[in-house]
Each structure stands twice: as C-alpha cells, then as structure tokens.
C-alpha cells in the first residue's frame, strides 16, 4: 500500500513540474507578442510623425509657391514702370493690339516698336527703309538694351533737310541710331546718369520721373517693357557730337 502511495505521489510530483514548465512556456509566449505590438506601434507612430513633417513641409513648399506667383504676377506686368506725363495718352492713343503697352511686351524691341504708330520714322530708320545700308533690327533684336526712341513727332521737329542729308550717310545714320541705344535693360529707377552707348560716345540722362531728360530731348513715356528691352519715348532726335560737327 506504501508503495502504491510512493508510485502515486512520484507521479503526481512529475505531473505538476510539467504543468508548471507548460505555464512558464505559455506565459513567454504570452508576453512576445506583446513586445511585437509595442515595436509596431513606435513605429507607427514614427512613421506619422513623419507624415506629420511632410504635410507641414509641403504646406510651406505651396505658401511659397503662392508668394512666388504674386511676384512673378508683378515682376511680368509690362506697365508696372511706365513713366511720363504721357503714358496715358499713350495708352489711350494705342490701347491694344500689338503696338500697345501689352503688345510691346510680346515681341523683340525693333519688332515691337514696328507696331507701334507713334515710331513709325524711327522704324523706317533702323530697318533700312530711309537707307538700306543701315538695318539694325537683327542687332536690336538679338541682345538686351535700353533704347531712348524718338517718336514721330520729335522727327518732325528735324528739318527736312537735314533728315533727308542723314538718309543719304549711312555712317552718320548708324551713329545717330546707335547714340540712342544703351547695352542692358535700365528701368527709371537706374537710368538717371551718364551712359556709354552702342555709338560709343555717351549719353547724359537726368531727372527721375516724368522729368527725365535725356540730354535736351524730355520723356514723353518710359520704362515701357519689349522681350529684349526698355523703351523710352522720347520728345527729341539725339545727337552725337561727332554728328553735330
């Protein structure tokens, strides 16, 4: 009988070690996945935090966008310089097409002042019409400069004798044209001074404004944008020294 005891009580001992080292394993396995879903949610959470920045990042990217369009609206509004006491008759004279303020802006300045009915003498001049040894629309059209454009009405003010003694000299046209062409693109605010023309010889601008004086000759409307160039109208035909001897 002590014996049936002894069996049973060994048995008993060795049932109750395996169920304890079964609930030793089951509490491991219990708490691994714990530890996994602890893991995975840092790393959600990174991955959100992330996502979080480039929201805010590409929030910033667009205001800069925004601020750069408003900019870029300003920086590309071809009567955001306009100069002169007659701008606006120039706007009313020429208030679209191609020719106009917006027209001008379109184009290369030898195409742009073609268009424009206020200069036609003056694009008879530079594209060989008065003579065709002297043609400069390739040279206008083809850098940047700020041209001083007399327009037909300061022509007119030249005696006809003297336009048409010009016509027939080539040299003194070509100076007299390129007297009035200045390399780069000044707007009113950089212009008053004196500057070094295509001619050679150099060009004494005063004022601000529309009391902007270009040697003797006043403005009549400036800071008008082309493609490749500034424009100034101006109320006289300029002249080189050397032409004036």
């Not at 030793?24 to 959470?45: F, L, R, S, V, Y």
């Not at 990042?57 to 870029?72: A, C, K």
């Not at 390739?138 to 004798?161: I, K, M, R, Y």
């Amino acid at each position: 009988m002590k014996t049936e005891m002894r069996t049973a009580s060994k048995f008993l001992g060795i049932g109750t070690i395996a169920l304890l080292g079964l609930t030793a394993c089951g509490g491991a396995d219990d708490e691994a996945p714990e530890t996994d879903q602890d893991a995975m949610t840092e790393e959600d959470m990174a991955q959100d935090d992330a996502m979080d920045d480039d929201a805010e990042d590409m929030d910033e990217s667009d205001d800069m966008d925004e601020d750069m369009d408003e900019d870029s609206d300003e920086d590309m509004d071809p009567a955001a310089n306009l100069v002169g006491a007659a701008c606006e008759d120039y706007a009313e004279q020429v208030p679209e097409g191609d020719g106009s303020v917006d027209g001008m802006a379109q184009d290369p300045v030898a195409t742009a002042a073609s268009n424009n009915p206020m200069l036609t003498t003056l694009t008879s001049a530079v594209s060989g019409e008065l003579n065709p040894d002297v043609d400069l629309v390739d040279t206008l059209n083809s850098d940047e400069f700020t041209v001083l454009a007399p327009t037909d009405d300061a022509f007119g003010e030249v005696p006809e004798e003297d336009l048409n003694a010009l016509a027939e000299d080539a040299d003194a046209l070509a100076d007299v044209l390129t007297y009035h062409v200045i390399p780069g693109q000044l707007s009113p605010d950089e212009i008053e001074g004196e500057h070094e023309t295509v001619n050679g010889a150099t060009v004494t601008i005063t004022g601000e404004g529309e009391d902007l004086m270009f040697d003797e000759a006043g403005l009549v409307c400036g800071g008008v944008q082309t493609d490749n160039a500034v424009v100034y109208m101006i109320d006289g035909v300029l002249m080189p020294a050397a032409a004036e001897e």
